[in-house]
């Protein structure tokens, strides 16, 4: 079971989101609505969520750890609802950020990004990689920027931020050299595909 808070004082914002959450069919997704956010942490407590959709206005002097805290909630993935222009700082310190002006499919996939579970990696073993984090890394390797991946797998660039950070946590890898040796040893590319990116920088020098 998935249990998704939505914190908005703005019940048009507020249900908005929600009903969009339950057109996507997502499995096994259970609501927590609030309404009021004196009592975000009180019902975050009483009903112990996953993810905790809010926007970053309304917290005032809260910040998300005490929320977390507070709440018991220490696994709690936070996603900042902008309606509004919001500080980057702000949002950095978000799982991810979700506008009012996404599409369906676009919540969906930063959904999905967020919900998979960084769990420690026995021996750097692939199989603890879903299958879109082994193409991900395929396409990192080949030279592929974030946007050109997003492009490439249908994805928001967020999504791909989001499984890139979840690889280097899971692999405890965090340079694109070492991700191609472990492409390379784990089958997930051809060593040709490494060298046809090689090959025409090794010509020009």
């Known amino acids: 079971m ?12 507020r249900s908005g989101i929600i009903a969009v959450l339950k057109r996507l069919n997502l499995p096994n997704l259970q609501i927590l ?19 905790l959709i809010v926007n970053p206005s309304l917290l005032g002097v809260f910040s998300l750890q005490q929320v977390k805290t507070e709440s018991g909630c220490s696994h709690l993935k936070c996603i900042a609802l902008q309606a509004s222009m919001t ?18 499919d676009q919540i969906r996939e930063k959904l999905q990004g967020i919900t998979q579970r ?3 990696v026995q021996n750097g073993s692939a199989s603890a990689l879903s299958t ?33 950070r979840n690889i280097a946590a899971k692999l405890q890898i965090h340079s694109v050299a070492g991700l191609t040796i472990y492409a390379i040893v784990n089958k997930l590319v051809e060593l040709d595909d490494i060298r046809n990116i090689i090959a025409p920088e090794s010509s020009d020098v």
Request: proline share 2%.
């Open 2 to 13: 998935l249990t998704v808070a939505v914190a908005d004082s703005s019940i048009i914002i």
């Open 33 to 51: 609505e609030v309404a009021e956010m004196s009592r975000l942490t009180y019902l975050l407590k009483k009903q112990k969520s996953d993810i």
């Open 87 to 104: 500080e980057q700082s702000v949002l950095k310190s978000y799982d991810e950020v979700l506008s009012i002006y996404d599409t369906p």
């Open 118 to 120: 960084v769990e420690p």
């Open 132 to 164: 879109r984090e082994k193409e991900i890394i395929a396409c990192v390797v080949k030279g592929l920027t974030n946007k050109q991946i997003a492009e490439n797998l249908y994805l928001s660039t967020h999504t791909v931020m989001t499984h890139r």
